[in-house]
């Protein structure tokens, strides 16, 4: 099959990795992708934003399956183009995209279903919202949220009241997130350990597609600004098997069937961001695609055939399905640019990305390639690398020995991936 990645970032090139161990592979295409895909994939030139262009290249090279990895094509309807146009695409809908585009419509969707989740108001007047916190949250915490798509940042967990106060205004006041910001939610700022569960869906069927604990907080011991994930480890640590399956009965098998019944079907990668609280999983978040680093810590773990699996799912052949993964534990650190993810700067000449471990990778996220063919430093994120390991204390210690050989000026990374 000729499949053709739609994205840049790592996880897209954790998805090419996992697609190319396929038997059924034998050509993959990438866009925009980047240099640290280029040994398993051709880049065509194509804007992800530009659905008649991924058309026209499907159809010119018969392309036999689209893969959709960021979600602001997906929320933009580039599944809905291509499947119209008759080009096989994983994916959902613009529609089911809804659970990431809009965070009130995922509480409300929650709230329809008996979804379990944190108490949540949404506003688009400052005023309103101020006197809201004054009522609900009196010099409290809260956790303030921008409704639409704001690349994994739209999110402040604000510790007081004062910082609560800043965020309402940050986003509703001075557009600090654009568009994304114009509507806000407030939701009560409830506590426990972070998980996120993965699962691949068909429209009525799911199945378990592996679990992590991401660290979103720029700087070790969970300090500084929320980010897009600066590490993570899988599977989740405090995700026990009964605590899974209840957030999988109670959660993601409600979404699935609730999506079907509005006339919505959710077909694609569904990841439940998830806080374990004292009174059982509550839902942070969804996203409609892969999470990313969850997919670079995921992926390498799985020991399935990934597109055949995703092949199944667009069958609608999942209700007697599983998926396997290696018995082994993956943590994967984030090396970025520093002063991310505020501004920062670009361009710096990486080293040391030849050294190679059996028991490590390193993805591509962020990179470029410069003008003498030397791989720059170019995003916010620049690098993931993954360590595997038969418990948490080797395969973080595989990433950071693996990371330790590689090198940037301005290079910044968590020191403190997996060490709890």
């Known amino acids: ?21 396929s038997p059924l592979t034998s050509r993959i295409s990438v866009a925009p992708g980047n240099p640290g895909m280029s040994a398993m994939a051709q880049r065509p030139d194509l804007d992800p934003d530009d659905s008649d262009a991924i058309i026209a290249f499907a159809r010119a090279e018969s392309v036999d399956l689209v893969v959709i990895g960021p979600e602001a094509p997906l929320v933009a309807g580039l599944a809905d183009a291509l499947n119209n146009a008759g080009i096989k695409t994983f994916g959902p809908s613009a529609e089911a995209a809804q659970l990431e585009g809009s965070k009130a419509f995922s509480r409300d969707f929650c709230s329809r279903h008996g979804i379990p989740q944190p108490r949540f108001a949404r506003f688009t007047d400052s005023a309103a919202a101020l006197a809201y916190l ?11 949220k921008a409704d639409g798509l704001a690349a994994g940042k739209g999110v402040v967990v604000a510790e007081t009241g004062e910082e609560a106060e800043e965020a309402v205004r940050m986003m509703l006041d001075d557009a600090g997130f654009g568009e994304a910001g114009r509507s806000i939610l407030i939701e009560e700022r409830i506590t426990g350990t972070e998980a996120s569960l993965f699962a691949l869906v068909d429209g009525r069927n799911a199945v378990f597609l592996g679990s992590a604990q991401d660290y979103k907080r720029a700087h070790d011991g969970d300090k500084g600004p929320n980010t897009g994930g600066m590490g993570a480890i899988s599977p989740a640590p405090k995700l ?7 957030a999988w009965e109670s959660i993601v098998l409600p979404v699935v069937r609730g999506m079907a019944d509005e006339g919505r079907p959710y077909r694609g990668f569904l990841y439940a961001g998830l806080m374990l609280t004292e009174h059982g999983p509550q839902v942070i978040e969804f996203n409609c695609r892969f999470g990313d680093p969850e997919a670079e810590v995921i992926l390498p773990r799985l020991k399935s055939d990934l597109l055949s699996a995703m092949l ?14 290696e018995d082994n534990i993956a943590v994967t650190v984030i090396m970025a640019n520093g002063g991310y993810p505020g501004p920062y700067t670009k361009g710096a000449t990486i080293h040391g ?5 059996a028991h490590s990778m390193v993805f591509h996220a962020g990179t470029n390639t410069g003008e003498n063919g030397e791989i720059i430093a170019a995003g916010g994120r620049v690098l993931a690398v993954t360590g595997l390991g038969k418990d948490a ?6 990433a950071y020995t693996r990371l330790g050989k590689i090198t940037w000026d301005g290079v910044m990374y968590r020191r403190d991936i997996a060490a709890d």
């Open 353 to 357: 990305l030849d050294a190679d471990d």
């Open 312 to 325: 199944t799912a667009m069958e609608g052949g999942l209700g007697h399905a599983d998926l396997r993964f």
């Open 240 to 246: 026990t098997p009964s605590l899974e399956a209840k």
């Open 393 to 398: 204390a080797e395969a973080r210690e595989k």
């Open 134 to 144: 004054d009522e609900m949250y009196p010099g409290q915490g809260a956790v303030i």
């Open 1 to 21: 099959m000729h499949v053709l990645v739609i994205g840049s970032g790592g996880r897209e090139h954790a998805l090419v990795d996992a697609i190319d161990r």
